[in-house]
């Protein structure tokens, strides 16, 4: 158990009669102030109520009764009714020596594993993946590697759009006007020209091309003989590009079920719907009305088309099927909320209301002018290059900074930074939130960047290799912990923390509350790193004790960075 659950069930259990023993539990957060302690209970003010006294005395009863342990002093009744809880020093020490030689960090398993399908990245297939795409992909990865770590069963899966109305604009241009050598050289480069061709011939109007285009995805769907193969034979070159942008950034799934997959199940669906009275009807459609929306969930078009919310039902029957998840998150676009409330909730009145549904939604990448992020001429920029771009800008950093490493590590190290630049420039945002895409903050050495914490990671390396020091050796010796200085007190307490900011990034969805964390923890080194001589410490026994400290936070940060998809140096 983290050291905050504990905390908080010691609370839980000293609350009298009468008040709330769940919420004061609850209330227990990590301090905000060192100064006044590591944590902070603060759900006396709010809980006196229901017992007629004042916070203050209240807050006095449970100092009183509270049992920490020798983990914590006792608390200090502290202001309108807080209480503050001081971690006993040798407390700390004593842990982070168990520590030393435990893979995890202190991470336990879960009470109880969930299962949880995690749908992410999603791309529709025969366009190339654009920026827009970096969210979803990288927030989704970061989500699995966190309840991964946590010890429950993730089913990763990527729910492409390989069955959309794309497809009968790439038939439409490859019927009309395909270029076969451009084909035979680069399939997915000439299908997106002709996705783009037919885009923008019906963005400037051109209905004919719109209604051949739709009539070529009705053909596809209903089985026509040459859509079909066209289909079959254009998916594995697309499912090629986009493979390889997942495996550059490491990322991978369990599963890859797209849209096309679902399929045969779409009639199933809206027929099992409407005989169990949920769709009905309307101006020609089937339609699930949901009380407080406005707009009815449309499961069949007029012309009898099925539609992105079928799919996403069958995928949920499939998924309940076949998983039994606890837990289902859709990494999606925030523009796509109203589509998921309707969605979550047809399910629930479906029958499958087991399942806790959670629309992951993240805000848009804009560039430096602010708006949704366009290269000059208009058009969205390729993934791909913008890969190249981070990986070149972090090169140009390396080739100045330690010309004499040899040029192929510098490539490495160089794929490295500008992979984690970007990842990190992501995942470190309050994932609701807009971002602007700028290529000299994300790769740069200094700030909450990807770069800083692996730059921290690797001067931490380098003082085990100055020192010839080998951190397995250090771990199984156990060496004694001291914490004579606040430096070291601070960075300790930073360390273990780690089991408990997984829980909670994991619990709100949010990766940038590991970043955050991250942060923290290479400033609390780089104090500690100046407070504190480790390799020149007073005595053998302090060097140990400060080596030990030193190679706890290493680990943290290659975890932590790890479980944001990014990978450690031992130099740069
Ligand atoms: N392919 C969709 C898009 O690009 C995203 C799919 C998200 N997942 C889902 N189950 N609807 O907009």
Redesign the pocket.
Known sequence: MNLLDRLRESFANAAPEGVDAAALGNSVRPGTDAKFGDYQANGCMALAKSLGVSPRDLAARVAEVVDLGDMALKPEVAGPGFLNVRIRDDWIARRLRELLDDPTLGVAPPRRTRTVVI?FS???VAKPMHVGHIRSTVIGDCLARLFEALGHHVIRDN?L?DWGSQFGMILWGWKNARDDAAYASSPVRELARLYRLAQSRIQGGDAGVEEASRRETAKLHAGDPENRALWQQFMPSCLEAIEAIYSRLGVRFDVRLGESFYDPMLAGVVDDLTSRGFAVESEGATVVFVEGSKTPFMVRKSDGAFT?ATT?LA?IQYRVKTWNPDLML?V??HR?GDHFKLLFEVARRWGFDRVDYRHVAFGTVLGADRRPFKTRDGDVVGLESLLDDAVSEARALIDANSPDIDPDERARIAETVGLAAIKYADLSQNRLSDYVFDWKKMVAMNGNTGAYHQYAFARIRSIFRKGEVDPYALRSRRPEITLGQPAERALAMQVLRFPETLELAANELKPNVLTDYLFETANRFSTFFEACPVLKAESAALRDSRLALSDLTARVLERGLGLLGIEVLERM
């Open positions: 749908d999603s791309p529709n729910h759009g992105y996403d995928t859709y999606v676009d796509q």
